[in-house]
């Protein structure tokens, strides 16, 4: 079972940077594409970046431009470079693989950010 473990949220001013980062446990890491996701209370997780095994990366359309997702195999690491971020982008972040993956990988703890003045 890998275990995902995520860092790297805080409070930051509209307009400021994040970059948040995913460890997971186990040497097969590599071999997988992962996502970043977030939610806020009241609503379904969303996902707002993935990274295939090769490096192709995707963004849901509330983030494209703002946010970069990369990943450091030899590390077992995601992250997600967060810029110019707004009030809407507060939630708590979680990684894990992708949807449709046929992988149950527990949640991790997530990272809050929260973005205000």
């Known amino acids: 079972q890998v275990q995902l473990v995520e860092s790297g949220g805080g409070l930051v001013q509209p307009g400021g940077s994040l970059r948040l980062s995913c460890a997971a446990s186990?040497?097969?890491?590599?071999?997988?594409?992962m996502g970043w996701y977030r939610r806020t209370p009241g609503k379904q997780r969303e996902l707002v970046a993935i990274i295939t095994s090769g490096g192709s990366t995707n963004y849901a359309d509330s983030v494209k431009g703002r946010f970069t997702i990369s990943r450091d195999n030899a590390k077992n690491t995601v992250y997600l470079q967060m810029n110019s971020l707004k009030p809407e982008d507060t939630a708590v972040y979680y990684c894990?693989?992708?949807?449709?993956?046929?992988?149950?990988?527990?949640w991790g703890q997530g990272t809050q950010v929260t973005v205000s003045s």
């Open positions: 894990n693989a992708l949807p449709g993956s046929g992988l149950n990988w527990a």
């Open positions: 186990g040497s097969i890491f590599s071999i997988y594409g």
